[in-house]
């Protein structure tokens, strides 16, 4: 143990989906020609039963491979699109990842440097010898169509694990500067952001003021810009990221990739998708610098060390950006992010309220996913039960917890139903048998362009269930996905 | 060990409303035309109905609850009337409460109505409602067709047969019922269809195309039940006496992957027939069933249900069907009367209108249909659910000697 304080593993989740920028410029191009020259790659979109809290728990369980859940002391989720404005959203995080009731969590939000100031803090915090805590971070933004911005973002999470003990990144220090520039800005009641122009931004904002933090970042924190060996910079605009490493001294090939051209900017999780990026590919003793830009400056300083080459194999922003399937559809994400409306008919009726007794009183089910092993028979059931599921033994009262959602399983029945609602029709679903025991009808994510057929091997992932329009409230659960 | 009823029951009489879009009519008045057909056909007076038992599925979208209901649109005279439910087995499931009735001696004469009116809720297929408060946090809310598809797939893998030799099996089966409801003026459907447009229909949920699915509609059934004893008495001379009635709902087996269950039949329904087949001596199936009425909801359901009634080898189903064995010029006719296919699927009617179509094929009444060789045992398969959790309910109905 080298008792040293800052990151002890990372992961990542970027959306499958990736809309072709082409076909959305192809719908405004009558409207808005100047979008052209932000037309070609693609970004990652959301499917409709994703969110920042979905997208959240996928980064969070590829960040805690091979760590035992119980070790985890408290978790935070930043994002400036949190679904709920009270209601704890890292709370929901947590029952999805089963994690004891005994941890502490927040979320942060207000800026778009949440994510590299809720590091930050738990950087701080890692120092007085806490638990180790996991950084979330997670965005899925909506903006107004035939703007820049619906081209130029990008839906992600990450996730960061910090603590002392045997860190692959050791954290050196950060520096802060808050100012009041209000680049762009949204309010409750807002559903885009409003920004102001962006010559002025590049100016005033990037070239004055992350430049100037930057520069001071690095003198106080002592390291020399040649000494720099990877410079994460979140800013996707065309050469500021150029721009304010050269300004600072640092070398041009220690520039993270901004993957602009493959994701998008995924806002308060970018910073933090970017130094997950620099960490796949860091070698012992790199330095590395992240930045955080959000009325106001972080710079944070890191150093990689060989316990990289220990971490096991997780997704990662390598495997997310490689895991994609092209969409052209622009039209169906616009349903999908609720900008469109579609005419759903009658079966889309059905209300979906969800009483609040029931939940809380099976959450590790629903959320946790979690069912019942019965510790006489060793018989796996979902959901659990009173009386055991096995025939050969009717015990009453015998079932353990018995967690499923990191277990692979292998199709026993399908079907894409066109009859029952859905907003991505059709609805695949069927009867799925666990590695090890236990079976579950559930819906199916993520199946465009694969070959649904019995046999083939799946994971489980969470994703929204239902949206109960009326009371404007999430059920979430868990539905199969091809496994990679 | 329980002897069963084979043979204390007979059939009174029975009634069956013309079946399909029934836009001039509530429920309460399509009880009554399967009411007075039944009463009829019985020539017994209403004050003799001792109990009744009212079988619906969707009750909070059309009749609403208890067994008020139907006491009030027959103007039954101070009868108790017990209203059930057993989501699509709720026909067979009236018709076992007052069948048991007067097995048990508790009641003399005894009513089954089964009505249902979906054609009020604004949209075809089963409406959308919740399961239950676990069920709406856990559960799929797959349409019918997309829940009983999910047998094609496993049916597929576990007897090895091809998309394309699976299609042209169900869609065979479809065009064989259409051909029967072509005879039924109580039929809803009433055109012959062939196998082209059945394997060329769009797809509602893989692969049950349109032709697959089985409407739902509008209808009432209705039986009138007595002892053999009392039949002959009021005048009845050709008996025909319930054989066999058996019910058998899942325990959440289906759902255990230790079970062994493989998605591509249905438990219950083997079970079901098995006890049914004891409880009316019936020990080759195949050789002494002459027609069955099954669950038809949707081909896939009736191909497998041929090998759960142990009239098929596990896994040939699919080739006698090919082969046109219950076809109505075959060896064992499968739904003579165009099945939930051409008559639409009323939930609570249905049950009961299988066991109809027995009844007259037994007494010869069934006109063009009429099996050619006179038929001595006819089967009702009536099940609801879905394949991974359901109840069965097989009934078996003869002449009184047979």
Known sequence: MSGETGILAFGAYVPRTRLQRSAVYAAHAWFAPGLKGQSKGERAIGDWDEDTITMAVEAARDALTGVERATVGSLSLASTTLPYIDRLNSGIVKEALN?????????????????????????KGAKGGAAPHLVLASEMRKASPASEAELTNGDAAAGLLVGS??????????????????????????????????????????????????????????????????????????????????????????????????????????????????LEQAKPGEKIVVLGFGQGVDVLLFEATPALAKLSARRGVKGSVARRHADDNYLRWLFHRGLLALEKGMRAEFDQKQPATTLWRHRKTVFGLVGGRCTKTGVVQFPKSDITVGSNDRSSGTQEDYPLAELKSKIITFTADNLTYSPNPPAYYGMVDFEGGGRLTVEFADVAGVEVEVGREMRMVFRIKALDEQRHFTKYFWKAAPAD | MARGIKDKVAILGMGCTKFGERWDKDADSLMVEAFEEAVADANVDVSRIDAAWLGVGFDAMNIGPSGIPAS???????????????????????????????????????????????????????????????????????????????????????????????????????????????????????????????LNAPMIAEPLGLFDCCGVSDGAACAIVTTPEIARALGKTDIVTVKALQIVSSNGWELQQGGGWNGAYFHTTRVAAQRAYDEAGVTDPRRQIS???????????????????????????????????????????????????????????????????NYLQLLGRAGPRQRSKPPTLGLSHNLGGMPSQNVSAVAIVGLADA
């Open chain 1, 165 to 278: 003990g045997e860190v692959v990144a050791k954290f050196l220090g950060a520096h802060s500067v808050t100012a009041d520039f209000v680049d762009h800005y949204r309010t409750e009641d807002m559903d885009f952001d409003y920004g102001w122009e962006s010559r002025w931004i590049r100016d005033e904002g990037y070239t004055k003021l992350a430049g100037g933090a930057l520069k001071a970042g690095l003198a106080a924190l002592g390291v020399a810009p040649e000494a720099v060996d990877r410079l994460v910079i979140p800013l996707v605009g065309r050469g500021v990221a150029d721009g304010l490493a050269k300004q600072a001294g640092v070398k041009p090939e220690a520039l993270a990739d901004t993957l602009l051209a493959t994701v998008g900017d995924s806002g308060v999780a970018h910073p933090l998708l970017l130094l997950v990026t620099a």
């Open chain 2, 72 to 198: 009030i649109a027959l103007r039954l005279p101070n009868v108790g009337v017990t209203k059930v439910e057993n989501y699509c087995a709720s026909g067979t499931e009236s018709f076992r409460g007052a069948v048991y009735a007067v097995a048990s001696g508790a009641a003399d004469i005894a009513l089954a109505i089964g009505v249902e009116k979906l054609k009020d809720t604004g949209y075809g297929g089963l409406p959308v409602r919740t399961r239950g408060t676990t069920f709406d946090m856990v559960g799929v809310v797959g349409s019918a067709p997309g829940n009983f598809a999910q047998l094609a797939s496993a049916y597929r893998a576990a007897h090895d047969v091809s998309k394309e030799d699976l299609k042209r099996a169900i869609a065979h089966v479809s065009v064989k019922s259409h051909a029967n409801g072509a005879k039924n003026p109580k039929a809803h459907l009433r055109k012959a269809i062939d196998m082209d447009t059945v």
């Open chain 2, 291 to 357: 027609l069955t009425e099954v669950h038809d909801c949707f081909s896939i359901t009736e191909l497998v249900t041929m090998e759960d009634l142990f009239l098929s080898k596990e896994g040939q189903g699919w080739k006698d069907v090919l082969n046109g064995v219950f076809d109505a010029d075959g060896e064992i006719p499968c739904q003579i009367d165009g099945g939930l296919k051409c008559f639409g699927h009323p939930i609570g009617a249905s049950g009961l209108r299988m066991i109809y179509e």
């Open chain 1, 99 to 123: 994690l004891p009731d005994a941890v502490a969590a927040l979320d942060v939000t207000g800026s778009q440097r949440a994510g590299t100031s809720s590091l930050l803090q738990a950087l």
